[in-house]
Nanobody, 120 residues
């Protein structure tokens, strides 16, 4: 089976930085698209950033210029560097990955989330 594990969340002051990691493990043939979503209390889950298997990256307007996504294919890991954090960035951040594995030819997996809290 395939598992996604997020890490790196925490509590920071406005203007601070965090680096989130999402590692995929299991019987993986290939990871296609990967990305991050976030959900604040009482709000809908929203896309933060997405990267295709070919390396094309798309950021939400609210995080452009502040967040940077990178991918280490050898480690099956994606990283989200978050700088100049704002209180409105406070949310539960979820990793997702479109994975080809021995179980499924292609399936979208989700992590359990990591909390990011930015104080003002």
């Amino acid at each position: 089976q395939v598992q996604l594990v997020e890490s790196g969340g925490g509590l920071v002051q406005a203007g601070g930085s965090l680096r989130l990691s999402c590692a995929a493990s299991g019987s993986i043939f290939r990871i296609n698209d990967m990305g991050w979503y976030r959900q604040a209390p009482g709000k809908q889950r929203e896309l933060v950033v997405h990267i295709t298997g070919g390396g094309v990256t798309t950021y939400a307007d609210s995080v452009k210029g502040r967040f940077t996504l990178s991918r280490n294919n050898a480690k099956n890991t994606v990283y989200l560097q978050m700088n100049s954090l704002k209180p409105e960035d406070t949310a539960l951040y979820y990793c997702n990955a479109d994975v080809s594995s021995s179980v499924n030819s292609r399936f979208l997996y989700w992590g359990q989330g990591t909390q990011v809290t930015v104080s003002s």
